[in-house]
């Protein structure tokens, strides 16, 4: 079973960048379907972005669209999440998922595998 955990998050200003990191152990990330859901204050987790387990295209949700990019690096075991022109509302926990599904399922119920989360906060 794969165990996942994520780092990079922190404080930055409007228009800046930060750099997400998932790294897994007890699997292979290029075995998985990896994904970064996000979830702010009151609100339910929604996807962020993901990458299948093919060469496939990602998928980006429309409010992360030009702004964020989800890849891995298989010989780190490692998903990134890269996050630029962030905003305040892009203020979350983020959370990295796994799932050995050839879909990428936009709810979170479907993935089975999550690290703890990483907290952005974006100031205005």
């Known amino acids: 079973q794969v165990q996942l955990v994520e780092s990079g998050g922190g404080l930055v200003q409007a228009g800046g960048s930060l750099r997400l990191s998932c790294a897994a152990s007890?699997?292979?990330?290029?075995?998985?379907?990896m994904a970064w859901f996000r979830q702010a204050p009151a609100k339910d987790r929604a996807l962020a972005a993901a990458?299948?387990?093919?060469?496939?295209?990602?998928y980006y949700a429309d409010s992360v669209k030009g702004r964020f990019t989800i890849s891995r690096d298989n010989a780190k075991n490692t998903a990134y999440l890269q996050m630029n022109s962030l905003k305040p509302e892009d203020t979350a926990v983020y959370y990295c998922?796994?799932?050995?599904?050839?879909?990428?399922?936009?709810?979170?119920?479907?993935?089975?595998?999550w690290g703890q989360g990483t907290q952005v906060t974006v100031s205005s």
């Open positions: 007890g699997g292979t990330v290029s075995n998985y379907a």
């Open positions: 998922a796994a799932s050995t599904s050839a879909m990428m399922p936009t709810t979170s119920a479907l993935w089975p595998y």
């Open positions: 990458i299948s387990r093919s060469r496939g295209s990602p």
